[in-house]
């Protein structure tokens, strides 16, 4: 069997390398269709050979903990995916007829999970009702089975998976409304069990964000997002992207309260390392508590709205002074820009005064006062644009007190000075 795979390796890296403009339009679907046959049987051989190696002991036998772990190794993987493989394979142990649809190419290895899933909630759900029997609860099951089997033809997994929520109204319609019943019950308290969030480690200045979250607590979240995600007029951002700034946007929220609990003895907050050059007084890049670096710009805009803690370090990077702590914004001077600005002051910006930074027109770190008239509240997407070398915006104070912004030539030829239309006035 080795050297088969091995042969079967060697040639798919021969296909792979294969010249593909002669083909036809026709033959390249075609190829395609046959390529994902190949993957999909291809997962199948590996989930079984995972599964056999976990009933014969072999990842305890090489010294590893668990399969996952014991993945990570063999196969070089991550974390997320070794899980991933090695769930599935305890999943298709159990639904031999799912395994088999799998390597036949009647269902992929998507399609494959989500009906395993929706078979184990009706065996939960039938398990528990007293009026079906065993043999008649192993009938219903393998009808549903069956029939699931066949959708896969014409459903992919999403699709699949919510059919399978509803399985029963298709194969025991006179039992359906309580075997769901007991299977949602089962349902939210397994996922209230597995429930979880992880943050990966910084890649390319990227952290991944993963997890899984209950009906109720998703909901909660969603709801949390929704005000935040809407489009904005012009905003070209993809919803996934609005998505990640809201859930930002409510955790800066959350902080700004000051009613979440003590870390360390200090107020929960971002705490930074920035180095500051008293010659030139500009800021060098920062260092967050976790080691990850940001760049100097982002370290401009985070003194803007920030507690400051000076500290002077030697050359081997030992403290030699620290300062007393102070923040920029006093309550009482955040009050009266809220009064003033009523909102984010950016030129028809709708975001309320709690989703604001109280922005420096001249930076803090130039010398800029921490004063009324030379503080703006700006949302964080116009505190980012504020702060962008080449936004070209300019903020200047009216005789009134209030900020007008002058926008580049690119936004106006003119440049006429703009205000916030949008808060209301008194």
Do not use: Y
Not at 81 to 108: F, K, N, S, W
Not at 238 to 261: F, I, K, Y
Request: some cysteine; glycine content about 6%.
């Amino acid at each position: 069997m080795l050297a088969d795979l091995v042969q079967l390796g060697q040639d798919a890296a021969k296909l792979a390398a294969a010249p593909l403009w002669p083909l036809a339009d026709d033959e390249i679907t075609a190829c395609l269709g046959a390529a994902h046959r190949l993957e999909q049987t291809a997962a199948a051989l590996q989930m079984r050979l995972v599964r056999h190696a976990e009933l014969r002991g072999v990842p305890a036998a090489e010294g590893h903990r668990d399969t996952i772990s014991w993945l990570r190794a063999r196969l070089l993987s991550d974390r997320g995916p070794a899980r991933e493989l090695a769930d599935r394979a305890t999943a298709l142990a159990r639904r031999p007829d799912v395994e088999q649809a799998l390597i036949e190419g009647r269902a992929d290895a998507r399609q494959a999970i989500a009906i395993t899933d929706a078979l184990d909630n009706v065996a939960e759900g039938l398990a528990e009702l007293d009026q079906t029997t065993t043999a008649e609860a192993a009938e219903i099951t393998e009808q549903a089975t069956a029939t699931l089997i066949e959708m896969a033809g014409r459903l992919p997994a999403v699709q699949l998976r919510r059919v399978g929520e509803r399985i029963l109204d298709h194969v025991a319609p006179h039992l359906a409304e309580r075997a769901e019943e007991i299977a949602l019950a089962q349902q939210e308290a397994r996922a209230h069990r597995v429930r979880g969030f992880t943050l990966s480690a910084p890649a390319a200045g990227i952290v991944r964000l993963s997890g899984s979250l209950g009906l109720e607590d998703a909901a909660t979240v969603q709801a949390a997002l929704h005000a935040l995600c809407s489009p904005i007029p012009g905003d070209e951002q993809r919803p996934a992207q609005r998505r990640a700034d809201a859930l930002v946007e409510v955790c800066r929220l959350a902080l700004r309260t000051g009613e979440l609990p003590e870390s360390a003895g200090e107020p929960a907050q971002v705490a930074v390392t920035v180095g500051f050059d008293p010659l030139t007084q500009a800021l060098g890049a920062a260092t967050t508590e976790t080691g990850a670096r940001l760049s100097a710009e982002t370290a401009r805009r985070l003194a803007c709205d920030a507690r400051i803690l000076p500290a002077v370090l030697g050359g081997a990077g030992q403290v030699l002074d620290l300062g007393r702590s102070q923040r920029l914004a006093t309550t009482s001077l955040r009050q009266a820009l809220t009064l003033r600005d009523r909102g984010c002051a950016f030129p028809d910006c709708d975001r309320p005064p709690r989703w604001t930074d109280a922005h420096h027109v001249v930076s803090w770190t130039a010398g800029g006062p921490t004063s009324l008239d030379n503080l703006v509240l700006l949302c964080r997407q116009h505190h980012r644009l504020m702060h962008h070398p080449t936004s070209g915006w300019q903020i200047h104070s009216a005789a009134d007190g209030r900020p007008v912004f002058i926008p580049p030539p690119a936004v106006d030829p003119t440049r006429r000075p703009r205000r916030n239309l949008f808060h209301p006035r008194k």
